[in-house]
């Protein structure tokens, strides 16, 4: 048997792997098989040996296998019959039958979830833990008495979960079926007569740090027969029997216990004897005692607030290195590629990492689709904002018709009609075009097609398969060459992630046992959410040379001069553990499984090596921003490869370092704070232009005066500027849809009683709320209201509108929806002022201006009319500039000027003075609130609607001309409803 050989972690692996084969087999690879852990590693063993000056060439390369296929064809062999893999679906639909089984013969009712909606879910997790077993060759066993600790049904399962394992094998064994796990295990049952096989040939084994139990047990085998070598990766410790070894080597350590095997250092591809270490008390990590710690790298860290600020600390050390041949970026989290890409010097770089589908922009448009099928209130009537999010989606829009993306036009004016309309719109139904004009019939058809496949095509499915059906209908649309142009060659990250979907999860969902089987659309949604999120899009690793970005598994068997690591924090280096509902980690160790004690060593061993084989270590890791990730809002700390890191160079240094002191870097941002610049719009000539020829071609509004009064910089973007409100659905009801409903059948109400001197108990409050009702019924902002807040609407009116009419004074109505008019002469110029009041009503004190108002009433205090001081600065004002306070005082005094206005257009117009103006508070019960009321004498009110309300409005408008700018005047209740809110930057301060 021949002793393990320990490649020093200091060593480039590969390059020592080649000189071994040729120092053991002369060169002469013809009956040579070399294994690996993973395929990639044939590519970097083929360079090596290629590089060898002393290996004549051409030659016969040997044969180069990773584990899992090698293992996986000899598992196969010794099956009865060649066995046909099983998909996930396939082995869901197996286990179900068993425990459907299990269950009916159980003495005792147990909670196993039998039907399969409830199954499906608990499958999915049955299926993985049965591979585990099989690659770890361990049998099943059944845990029980497990209440309490897990979930009733996976207290049930593990109950049974030895009968489960046995009959699931039986099973697949009987049908000629089988899983790359039971391939691993039937290989390590059979592992003598497997090795028997290959007896008198060349076998290396190298780079396995923790392999699986049914390797090992091949390994085992083929070692004992004398055939096989292996070569580990590791601390050349592990070839003194007696000395200390890295703790990350452990599991190595142990496996050559249970081989009762020992280990040579490899040197230039033969033993050799390692150095005695400079301090025995300490693990060495290379062959030379004085670099074998970690101290005697080149450390560099760098602590930043956020990703911010490691982006930029890396990106001055890739500018400062002077190459940057054979240097690694390790990325612990995927999601860290698209950021780092944008730094890089440059783009010639070797991606060795898989791209989550789950992060792509075809996954976002699924998980759109999904939604509003998940989100509908009744069959092909979807939400609104999930139907913009779909026809705003780029890959949508980018659909050709000969050399035109005609569906860019078509889809916003799709989107206009759906912000016009209601919470829940069929999209059929929408009209398709821009500006009233049709498209084109084959512009249409696309349209169409768009909207059957991302939305009919996915309402009615039942079955994995129709659900696989619908999605690969998505991904013809999307690859239809009619159509798709040349999209999928510019954007090649997305063409790889359709393919990945269309090559594996549509297969998946469409064929197997399971596909055909009817289950509830949350679970067929949850499985092809599991599907998507468990497919990478993989880049080639082209150049092998050069910068190289790469996740942590990625760099294993590699060395690297230098490495760079971000994002080192303990939630990413290493990680947690995810959550195993059915077998949490603790139960693990009862079926001698790896646990996350073992995970972590091996996690440790990963990092470790790359460690010890490189030059230069810099690390990179955040102090303040959280992840974002659901849970990760706590502070994030350093990874505990960095505390280690650090404590061997303060171990070195004899004392304590902090930040900011060598080797720790605080990467500290140039602080560039919005700067607060005036929100205020200065008055330039064409702002002026603009403004004066409103003034001459308009009739100006209480609304207009109100608006200049509340916040002159919305007056501007309201009345002056080109920018409009973004058109929302009221999902919670339209305030102004219920305004003119109640306005209509108001008019409607009192038409009949016009002339008429009537009281409450003259009206019908009924026969106003039937007819308000009957108006709301018509409105589309009714319709597109749920039904409970439709109801709760009609009810709410109903009730309002009684109390009005049941607090309705003795009146007599002589007009309704009167246009009042006057003009004002304000410095030389005349303006035409006008307004409309609901209803004149004529009583005992004469003519009331009646307005009814379904919001909120403003009121005026009685000492804001009859302050001498303030009307006096009010008649005496010339100019913005004079008095720059005025208007703010004017607008906290005079919250609206509609009813005064109201009064004095009345009595301008029609040469008879108004005895008051009322507000009829619809919103509350429906009373009625006076502008003067018994507070004021009618000499009073003659003086307010003859002097002084005109010398208010003139001031407003002197001040409006004489303005030298719109300024913002911030209010907390009004801002947060401000239309124009996000162009202002006052409310936002």
């Known amino acids: 048997m021949k002793p393990v050989g320990i490649i ?166 009987a049908e000629g079926l089988a899983t790359p796990g039971l391939c691993l295990t039937l290989a390590a049952e059979n592992a003598r007569e497997a090795a028997a096989r290959f007896a008198g040939k060349k076998i290396f084994a190298c780079g396995f740090a923790v392999p699986s139990g049914a390797e090992k047990a091949l390994f085992a085998a083929l070692w004992r027969q004398g055939d096989l070598e292996m070569l580990w990766h590791g601390d050349p410790a592990l070839a003194d029997p007696g000395g200390r070894v890295h703790f990350s080597c452990l599991e190595q350590k142990r496996w050559l216990g249970d081989l009762s095997a020992r280990a040579v250092v490899i040197a230039d591809g033969r033993t050799r004897r390692a150095r005695p270490k400079a301090a025995p008390d300490r693990p060495t990590l290379v062959l030379d005692a004085d670099t074998a710690n970690l101290s005697s790298k080149k450390l560099r ?65 699924l998980e759109i689709i999904l939604t509003l099928q998940e989100t509908a209130l009744s069959p092909g009537r979807y939400h609104w904002k999930g139907l913009v999010s779909l026809v705003r989606h780029p890959y949508l829009k980018m659909l050709r018709v000969g050399d035109e993306e005609p569906l860019r036009g078509v889809f916003h004016a799709m989107e206009a009609a759906l912000r016009r309309g209601g919470a829940f719109v069929d999209p059929f139904q929408l009209e398709a075009g821009e500006e009233d004009v049709p498209p084109p019939p084959e512009v249409a058809a696309l349209a169409e097609r768009v909207l059957t496949t991302c939305l009919a095509g996915f309402a009615d499915v039942e079955t994995p398969r129709a659900l696989g059906n619908a999605v690969a209908g998505l991904c013809g649309l999307l690859l239809d060459p009619d159509h798709a142009g040349d999209a999928w060659e510019r954007f090649l990250i997305d063409a790889e992630c359709l393919f990945r979907l269309a090559t594996a999860v549509v ?58 690591v971000l994002d080192a924090v303990e939630d990413k280096l290493p990680g947690s553990a995810p959550y195993e509902p059915l077998l949490p980690d603790p139960l693990r160790r009862l079926l001698s499984l790896p646990d996350a004690r073992q995970r972590d060593l091996v996690a440790a061993y990963n990092i470790y090596r ?164 009957a108006r709301l019924a018509g409105n589309p902002a009714y319709q597109a209201l749920p039904p409970d807040g439709r109801l709760l609407l009609a009810r709410a009116g109903r009730h309002r509108l009684s109390a009005m009419a049941a607090a309705l004074p003795r009146t007599t109505p002589f007009a309704l929806e009167t246009e009042l008019a006057a003009s004002l002469e304000v410095s030389g110029r005349t303006y035409l002022l006008a ?26 205090p009685a000492s804001s009319w009859t302050d001498e001081a303030f009307f006096r600065s009010v008649a005496e004002f010339r100019d913005a500039a004079t008095d720059p306070g005025l208007l703010a005082e004017a607008a906290n005094r005079f919250p609206s000027v509609q009813l005064p206005l109201y009064c004095w257009l009345y009595g301008a117009g029609r040469g008879e003075r108004p005895a008051d103006a009322v507000f009829v508070e619809l919103r509350e019960d429906g009373q009625e609130k006076p502008l003067f009321g018994p507070r004021f004498e009618p000499a009073a009110r003659r003086e307010i609607i003859e002097r002084r309300l005109p010398q208010l409005l003139r001031f407003l408008l002197r001040h409006l001309t004489t303005a030298a700018s719109f300024a913002p005047r911030p209010e907390a209740r009004r801002c947060p409803y401000c239309d124009f809110r996000p162009a202002c930057g006052a409310a936002a301060r």
């Open 8 to 173: 020093p972690w200091t060593e480039e692996f590969f390059g020592a792997v080649a000189k071994r084969l040729v120092a053991a087999t002369g060169g002469d690879f013809t009956d040579v098989l070399v294994i690996f852990p993973l395929r990639r590693a044939a590519r970097h063993l083929c360079d090596r040996l290629a590089a060898l000056p002393e290996l004549p060439k051409p030659l016969l390369a040997p044969e180069i296998v990773a584990v899992g296929d090698w293992a996986a064809a000899i598992g196969a062999s010794f099956a009865p019959t060649p066995p046909a893999m099983l998909d996930v679906l396939d082995r869901v639909a197996i286990l179900h039958d068993i425990v459907r089984d299990i269950a009916a013969d159980a003495p005792v009712p147990g909670d196993f979830p039998t039907d399969m909606a409830r199954f499906f879910p608990w499958g999915l997790e049955l299926a993985e833990r049965m591979e585990e077993l099989f690659r770890h060759n361990v049998p099943g066993r059944d845990l029980a008495h497990l209440q309490g600790q897990v979930l009733a049904p996976a207290a049930a399962l593990l109950s049974r979960l030895g009968a489960i394992h046995d009959r699931y094998r039986q099973r697949l064994v």
């Open 835 to 860: 307004g409309r009041a609901d209803r004149l009503d004529r009583r005992e004190e004469g003519v009331v201006i009646v307005d009814y108002k379904t919001g909120s009433v403003p009121a005026a």
């Open 610 to 773: 790359l460690f010890f084989g490189a030059e230069e270590i810099t690390l990179l890791y955040r102090t303040g921003a959280p992840g974002a990730g659901l849970f990760e809002d706590a502070k994030p700390s350093r990874s505990r490869y960095v505390e280690q890191l650090l404590w061997e160079e303060e171990k070195r240094r004899g004392r304590v370092l902090t930040a900011g002191e060598p080797p720790v870097s605080l990467v500290r941002l140039p602080l560039c704070p919005i700067p607060e610049a005036d929100a205020a719009m200065p008055v330039t000539p064409a702002v002026a232009a603009r403004l004066d020829a409103y003034l001459q071609a308009n009739r100006l509004s209480a609304t207009f005066l109100d608006t200049y009064l509340a916040c002159p910089l919305r007056f501007f973007y309201r009345y002056l500027s080109p920018l409009a409100a973004l058109a929302e659905v009221a999902e919670e009801g339209d305030p102004a849809a219920v305004g003119i409903a109640a306005h209509e059948a108001l008019r409607e109400f009192f038409t009949p009683y016009l002339g008429r001197d009537i009281d409450a108990a003259d009206i019908d409050a009924l026969a106003l709320a039937d007819l308000f009702e």
């Open 507 to 564: 297969p998946t969902l469409t064929g197997g046992r399971l596909a055909d089987a009817v289950l509830p659309r949350d679970t067929l949604f949850s499985l092809l959410r599991r599907l998507v999120a468990d497919e990478r899009a993989p880049f080639e690793a082209e150049p092998l040379t050069g910068l190289q970005v790469l996740g942590v598994l990625e760099t294993r068997l590699l060395t690297f001069r230098r490495v760079y």
């Open 301 to 365: 860290f760098f602590e930043g607030h956020d990703l911010h600020a490691q982006l930029k600390a890396l990106e001055t050390c890739l500018d400062d290195a002077p190459d940057l041949e054979d240097t690694a970026i390790v990325l612990p989290d995927t999601g860290l590629l698209s950021p780092v890409l944008h730094i890089l010097p440059r783009k010639d770089v070797n991606i060795s990492m898989g791209y989550p589908l789950a992060r792509s922009s075809l996954a976002r448009l």
